[in-house]
């Protein structure tokens, strides 16, 4: 079935450094995604998220930026802080309806 | 901004009892919310749709029988795990979308089952 996945579990960055999270997804009528972000023992929080017809969206600290071309996801945090620590999924949205299909999840750590 | 209220956080039953988790949707009206399991170290799976005043809707594998949904009202879907056993155990999520089509999918903040 389709299906919507990350290239790396884990990413380990330094305090302030730049990190970027990728996501690959499978189905090409995807036309709504979004990224959260979980912390342990809580529900998905949103992030942002990005329509098929852009390519970039910035929000504070965060952009995402969509490449239908290779359906190709990624969530850039800049200057990233101990805070932003948690597991992200990218999450999509076909054309079939409203359900959301997440992503495996990749889990970022930050090091002081 | 739109709150889902789930309840309760954790829970431990002994296996072969049923647990009831609530949904709620505090200040707008869902008629669709959503299941989610997930285990550890996993993604969120999701179980179910619920829909208001009808039948759930539920993802292929997900027993029907084994999760009961209801969602009487506008802001309340309910999933009651029955007879519950250890492979039961898992993080259960609900979501909900405030108003109509895309974006603002809000989630509640889980409930930790544990069987024993």
Known sequence: GESVGLHLPTLSVQEG??????????????????????????GPQFI???????????????TVLLNKTVKHL???????????????????IGNAGNMLTFGGGTRLMVKP | GAVVSQHPSW??????????IECRSLDFQATTMFWYRQFPKQSLMLMATS??????????????DKFLIN???????????????????????????????????TFGSGTRLTVV
Request: some cysteine; hydrophobic content about 30%; aromatic content about 10%.
């Open chain 2, 51 to 64: 829909n208001e005043g009808s039948k759930a809707t539920y993802e292929q594998g997900v027993e029907k």
């Open chain 2, 71 to 105: 969602h009487a009202s506008l802001t309340l879907s309910t999933l009651t795990v029955t007879s519950a056993h250890p492979e039961d155990s898992s993080f259960y999520i609900c979501s909900a979308i405030p108003g109509q089509g895309f974006g603002g999918y």
């Open chain 1, 74 to 92: 990624s969530l850039q945090i800049a200057a990233t802080q101990p805070g932003d620590s948690a597991v992200y999924f990218c999450a999509e």
């Open chain 2, 11 to 20: 829970v431990i039953c002994k296996s072969g009892t049923s647990v009831k």
């Open chain 1, 17 to 42: 450094d730049n990190s970027i999270i990728n996501c690959a997804y499978s189905n090409s009528a995807s036309d709504y995604f979004i990224w959260y972000k979980q912390e342990s023992g809580k």
């Open chain 1, 48 to 62: 942002i998220d990005i329509r098929s017809n852009m390519d970039k969206r910035q929000g504070q600290r965060v």
